[in-house]
Every structure is written in C-alpha cells, then in structure tokens.
C-alpha cells in the first residue's frame, strides 16, 4: 500500500479524523451536561472551556487538541520513513499537520463546528519545528501574562513562528535540503498567521474597542 501511492492520501485523510475529535465538545456534554458551543463565545475550544468549566476542563482540551496535530505528523512519519525521500517526507508530514488543523476547525464528528485550531497547530509544529515552536509558546505566555487576553497571546505567538524561522535561517545560512525546508515553513507559518488573524477577527474588533476578555490566571474549576 505504501510502496502504489495510498500511504500518503491514507495518512492525510487519517489525520483530518483524528483531528476532527472534538474534545471540547465531548468532554462538555460528558461531564456538564451541555454542549460548550453554547457558552461564553460559542467556539469548541480550549479557551472556552477555560471560561465556561474551569481549569481542569479547558485544561484536558487543551492537551487533547495538542496531541492531535502531534500525533498526525508523528503517526505519518512512522509508517512512511523510509519510502520517501526527505524532502516529500517533510511535505507529506506538513500535509498530515495541516489535515489535523482543518479537522480540529471543521470536525466531521461534530456538523463541522470546531475551535480555531491554534492548540492543534502547536502540537503539528512541536514535532516539525520544536525550537521555533518552543520560541512561539514563550512569547505565548509573555503576552499572556502581561495583557490576560488569549486572543492577543495567540496571535502574537503564531506571527512570532515566521520571525524565529527568518532569524535562524539568516545566522545559520542554511542551504540544500533546509534551505528548501524553510521556504516551505516559512509559507506555511505565514499562511497559519493569516489563517489565525482572520479567525480572530472578532477579537481584534474587541481588542481595539476595548471589550476584549481577559483571563483569571488562577481560576478554581466550577
């Protein structure tokens, strides 16, 4: 199967299942009883769950959305090493992240109600592009810590990926095989980067009008 060409429609479709596991809604419906898209901003993610259930709820989805976009690439790589060479490896790995992202925002399992995706993304990176990841989460949580807003700390984080990727690229000089990865990761980061500010676009709104939510950073569950 792998050697006629399936493994990579295989994976990515595998991946868009894995990541259409709502986790948000089903932990909500499970243990409060009622859907989470029905609370606070509506959206079937971590951030939601923080606000609406407590700790320990936003923070079970938050870990479960992560391991998705780990998991895909992860999963992928595994079975398909070796019957590619590097460079469509990379590209077939990304494919898979990115089938994850797509399920987590427009979940199959769900009516295709999903989050934003930004957990899901993380996860998919932190096995592709650990330090730049790494460098994401903490401007993550510099922001976060100094405004309390989730919304701002997301998107600083995802714009923060490119930036680290650019800096890296100019101090090392990479050619061959990472030069061509980091064209690839680049665009990728940029497109995730749109993706994310459009899809925050109502909290730009409120960010600029003021009205944007902030969190508790220590919250007791309800």
């Known amino acids: ?47 939601n769950m923080y606000r609406s259930f407590g700790f320990w709820a936003g923070f079970g989805t938050q870990l479960i959305d992560v391991l998705k976009g780990w ?24 494919c898979c992240g990115l089938a994850a992202v797509m399920g987590h925002t427009f979940p199959i399992f769900s009516g295709f109600m999903g989050g934003k995706g930004v957990n899901t ?26 405004g309390r807003m989730v919304s701002l700390a997301s998107m600083s984080a995802v714009y923060a990926f490119p930036v680290f990727l650019v800096a890296r690229f100019w101090l090392n000089q990479q050619s061959g095989i990472e030069a061509k990865a980091f064209w690839v990761f680049l665009g990728i980061g940029l497109l995730l980067s749109i993706y994310v500010t459009w899809s925050h676009r109502a909290n730009i709104h409120r960010i600029r009008s003021g009205t944007e939510s902030r969190i508790a950073l220590v919250r007791k569950a309800k």
């Open 1 to 47: 199967m792998l050697e006629n060409g399936l493994g990579m429609p295989l994976f990515i479709l595998l991946s868009y299942l894995l990541g259409s596991i709502p986790a948000a809604v089903w932990i909500s419906k499970s243990f409060f009883g009622t859907d989470v898209r029905s609370k606070g901003s509506g959206n079937a993610g971590s951030t």
């Open 121 to 146: 993304m993380l996860g998919m990176m932190l096995f592709l592009q650990i330090y730049a990841s790494l460098f994401s989460l903490g401007v993550f949580a510099v922001v976060l810590l100094s």
């Open 71 to 94: 998991l895909s690439p992860v999963t992928a790589w595994y079975f398909l090493n070796g019957h590619y060479d590097d460079f469509t490896l990379l590209l077939i790995l990304l």
